[in-house]
């Protein structure tokens, strides 16, 4: 069964300073890989997402990730966050086969930025 | 934008009543999907639907149904709520494949007393 790791649950960042946000994936294939972030009280928002193709994809907001087959890895990261930039964040990976199953999400990273 | 509705951001109900979630999606995806949310647990699947009247279970399904009577709409019961079914439960809906990335409504707080 394919299954994500998020290893940090609360990460603090100061203003201004850069941020890389771990996810680790267990899957016998190459997966879909997704991050999503959540704002308190909200739905969760696509931030960018990995299929095929160059490693490092850009997303929304200033974000980027990079997915590292020989590490199982696809971290997001920031060069310079924003106080605004303070949620929850969600890894997901998807099966690669088939066309209609739920995503497995990693158990969130709580982002804290300090001014 | 994309826009997928749920029927009411907090809702407080009794141990044993018969609880209904709708969510309401307006893009004509194939997929929608119930999902739960619990702190430190992140998010699971509840259920999911690929078609009009067609129903998977996903990781954690007892205790729940679903209904998908019309493809925009997706429902979520709690046949006996009890206290343990207190939860945020967030909607989801995409086109067919699991490539293609799921977005999201705001979210229902159920809270079972």
């Known amino acids: 069964a394919q299954s994500v790791t998020q290893p940090d649950i609360h990460i603090t960042v100061s203003e201004g300073a850069s941020l890389e946000l771990r996810c680790n994936y267990s899957y016998g294939a190459t997966p879909y890989l997704f991050w999503y972030v959540q704002s308190p009280g909200q739905g969760l928002q696509l931030l960018l997402k990995y299929f095929s193709g160059d490693t490092l994809v850009q997303g929304i907001k200033g974000f980027e990730a990079e997915f590292k087959r020989s590490q199982s890895s696809f971290n997001l990261r920031k060069p310079s966050v924003h106080w605004s930039d303070a949620a929850e964040y969600f890894c997901?990976?998807?099966?690669?086969?088939?066309?209609?199953?739920?995503?497995?999400f990693g158990k969130g990273t709580h982002l804290i930025i300090q001014p | 934008d994309v826009k997928v509705t749920q029927s009411s951001r907090y809702l407080v109900k009794r141990t044993g009543e018969k609880v209904f979630l709708e969510c309401v999606q307006d893009m004509d995806h194939e997929n929608m999907f119930w999902y739960r949310q619990d702190p430190g647990l992140g998010l699971r699947l509840i259920y999911f639907?690929?078609?009009?009247?067609?129903?998977e279970k996903g990781d954690i399904p007892e205790g729940y149904s679903v209904s998908r009577e019309k493809k925009e709409r997706f429902s979520l019961i709690l046949e006996s709520a009890s206290t343990n079914q207190t939860s945020m439960y967030l909607c989801?809906?995409?086109?067919?494949?699991?490539?293609?990335?799921?977005?999201f409504g705001d979210g229902t707080r159920l809270s079972i007393l």
């Open positions: 997901a990976v998807g099966y690669s086969g088939g066309g209609a199953d739920g995503l497995t």
């Open positions: 639907s690929y078609d009009v009247k067609m129903k």
């Open positions: 989801a809906s995409s086109f067919w494949g699991n490539n293609q990335p799921q977005h």
